[in-house]
């Protein structure tokens, strides 16, 4: 039977294929998936049985509940100055990864170019590639930080060229951008009339950094779609609660989009999303404190075993080098987990220029990081000797 051509252009995603693998073997350490090792906290999952017990089982507004719609709008501008209206300029989505597929479908045309830096997350072309747009990449490497130069981003703009993407903290690079190079971006999207996606998952996951908010920049406001959620930063990856806020008009298309796919966000995910917007941020802050202490102990362990890695300035991902080895990315993913038990991404899976780098996530214990590194630096020896 028929396959659309345009979904079978499109791979299964890298990461899944390995952890298929790594699932079937015993005692791997893992710094594969990309999701925080902490249980979401027991506030925020006792908000949500206490909303079941009273029987909130139903549909909500498509929008989400506007109470958390208001308390989102209300941290937004409480954190970096920018205002929301909760009532038309916030959508309640099912995770980020929702959000992002919703945008692409709200503003593109079929051909329409999309410009994305990699290595980036894995799911952004495929978005683009299934709402009929073609993404064009601009390659970034260690060397500039993983960090695109705005001349870059420009020499990609085409006629055809309708939004920007852009994601610091940065998965899997944990590069931050600062706010001159964004704002200079920013400059580019106005010169050629283009969107700004920001997706801004990891704000809250940075380590001595100021995260820019792309909106608040000059010029930027009217044309960006910022899109945010509660998995990483409150360890809620399995309630699926993401957001989107961008002007009313591009929102309510969004809305309409969301609607007939997949009608609202589950009611009880919102519940708790509501406990974490009131009383989440003590957790949160510990486990952002966690993951710093563990970023340490992982950059140095990298780079003393000869794999250069920059340090990330967030989210909780190492992004190191492992071009010195000879081998490709996937090799030495491969090798490492057959021969040492230690599950990490190889970098190709999030872009062509991810090759010669591989994810190690950082979001597990400091006893496991230690193991794991223990087992990397015998493996490198090994392989160089
Ligand atoms: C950059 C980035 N955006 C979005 C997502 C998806 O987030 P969600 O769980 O909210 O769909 C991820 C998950 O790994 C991510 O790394």
Known sequence: MHISSKIKSVPPSGIRKFFDIVSQMKDVVSLGVGEPDFVTPWRIREACIYSLGKGYTTYTSN?????????????????????????????ITVGASEAIMLVMHAILEPGDEVIIPEPCFVAYKPCVIFAGGNPVTVCTDHTSGFLPAPEEIEAAVTPRTRAIFLSYPNNPTGAVMPK????????????????IISDDIYDKLIYGETHTCIPSLPGAYQRTVYVNGFSKAYAMTGWRIGFAAANPELLEAMMKVHQYMVMCAPIMAQMAAIEAMKNGEQDMQDMVRQYNHRRGLIVKSLNNMGLECTTPKGAFYAFPSIKSTGLSSEEFAEKLLLEEKVAVVPGNSFGDCGEGYVRCAYATSIQNIQIAMERMSRFVKKISS
């Open 63 to 91: 929008y989400g509940l506007l109470e958390l719609r208001r308390l989102i709008a209300a941290d937004i501008e409480k954190t970096y100055g920018v205002e929301y209206n909760p009532e038309n300029q916030l959508l």
């Open 180 to 195: 001159e190079t964004l704002q200079a971006i920013v400059d580019i999207a106005v010169k050629h009339n283009l969107y």
